[in-house]
């Protein structure tokens, strides 16, 4: 007997032209998140097996990673008898559990139908697990039972995965990473949807220090967890920053550090071939996230920006930061470069005119040198790595 752990794909179905590309990409990702440990992947179209010396730990792994629906444990054996296949049914059922037997038999050539086998194998758990009644609508525990041609397959029903996409099936993105709560979360649930990301921060050495650096490393890392992801390329923000403080109108700063931070992050998401920016800007968090201020950033790029935390409460936010493991890095003390330059009256519904006539006083080359003077951060090697690209 052979004990198995079997995965079963979810919303992937409803891909199928793409499907065995979803797969494969998932069954990579497994791969990724397994290693280290001794395993063996068998995949079909509707599911995955998985063979590994330590089923505990890997199904902890297997629970961070997007596009698995359920994970059961589950029971092989060549042997297609009914001893064999009482006694595992018996180790699944628990004392005082509510239960049902189900059976398919794909294999005609095994003797006893399936209405008949569940009915066998409910009897023998009735008799040899103490307290046990049988449900048939609800039952705590639902012993699935395959007569396949290659042996029987017996498993209950497990844990929930964490759904969504394999990443990496959906294309790439580069998400705008700030040391704050609501980015990572926002990160988070974009690669949840199969993205692939890469990252930008924007600093402002000397105002800001390389520990709020590190903290946007340690937040990367984090979502690197749930996934494949690409580099961290960081900015430094400070010429813009102080170009930005001497020459415009100071309740306009933040609607136009955030221009030219979309303007950034659009050439660099050209670069990288990302298809869109993501952010975790959230409808009227500040005042640079009201509807007016993002119509006058948006203004700056034609490319889609992806707001997953749009409609959130900032509650809702904290609450999933705190599920992903980033709230306790996210509140540590360390200023970004935005809140040091915050103007005292910020404008909550900025003039998209006047915003282009206060960014117009500004030299355009900054942008070009501030690209080139980017840093790139391989998260796998933890080297900076400059001009990658
Ligand atoms: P967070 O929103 O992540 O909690 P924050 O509150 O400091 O951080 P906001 O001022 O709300 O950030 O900015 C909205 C969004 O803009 C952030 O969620 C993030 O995606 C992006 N952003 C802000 N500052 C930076 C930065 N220094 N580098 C990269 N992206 C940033
Ligand atoms: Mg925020």
Do not use: W
């Not at 003390?333 to 910020?346: K, L, Q």
């Amino acid at each position: 007997m052979k004990k198995l752990i079997m995965i079963k794909y979810g919303e992937l179905t409803t891909k199928k032209d793409n499907r065995s590309f979803f797969i494969n990409t998932l069954s990579n990702n497994i791969e990724t998140a397994l290693s280290g440990l001794n395993f063996v992947i068998k995949k079909d179209y509707y599911r995955m097996f998985i063979e590994v010396d330590d089923t505990e730990e890997a199904i902890k792994r297997l629970k961070n990673v997007f596009g698995i629906h359920e994970i059961d444990i589950c029971y092989f054996t060549e042997e297609k008898e009914v001893i064999a296949i009482n006694e595992i049914a018996v180790s699944l059922v628990n004392e005082g559990d509510t239960f049902k037997v189900e059976t398919n038999r794909s294999d005609k050539s095994f003797p006893i139908r399936s209405m008949d086998l569940s009915k066998q194998v409910g009897a023998f758990v009735l008799k040899n697990v103490s307290n046990v009644k049988v449900d048939v609508k609800k039952p705590a525990t639902l012993v699935n039972i395959e007569i396949r041609n290659e042996g029987v397959y017996i498993y209950k029903n497990g844990t929930l995965g964490k759904g969504g996409y394999p990443t990496g099936t959906l294309g790439k993105a580069l998400l705008m990473l700030s040391g704050g709560i609501d980015s990572v979360v926002a990160g988070y649930l974009t690669m949840k949807r199969g993205v692939k990301l890469d990252f930008i921060y924007f600093e402002s050495i000397p105002h800001t220090s390389l520990e709020a650096r590190d903290k946007v490393i340690n937040l990367a890392k984090v979502l690197k967890k749930y996934g494949n992801t690409g580099k961290l390329y960081v900015i430094n923000f400070t010429k813009i920053q102080e170009a930005i403080y001497t020459n415009c109108d100071k309740d306009y700063m933040i609607t136009i550090m955030r221009r030219q931070m979309y303007k950034i992050g659009e050439k660099l998401a050209k670069r990288v071939k990302a298809n869109a920016i993501v952010n975790g800007e959230s409808i009227g968090q500040v005042a640079s996230q009201t509807l007016t201020s993002m119509k006058v950033v948006n203004d700056v790029t034609s490319y889609p920006i992806i707001r997953p935390l749009a409609a959130f409460d900032k509650l809702e936010i904290m609450s999933l930061a705190r599920k992903i493991g980033s709230y306790e890095i996210s509140i540590l003390p360390y200023e970004d470069c935005c809140t040091i330059f915050v103007p005292t009256h910020p404008v909550i519904n900025p003039s998209l005119e006047h915003a282009r006539v206060e960014e117009e006083k500004l030299d355009s080359n900054l942008i070009e040198k501030a690209l080139e003077d980017m840093l790139v951060f391989d998260l796998k090697e933890e080297n900076i790595e400059k001009d990658l690209l």
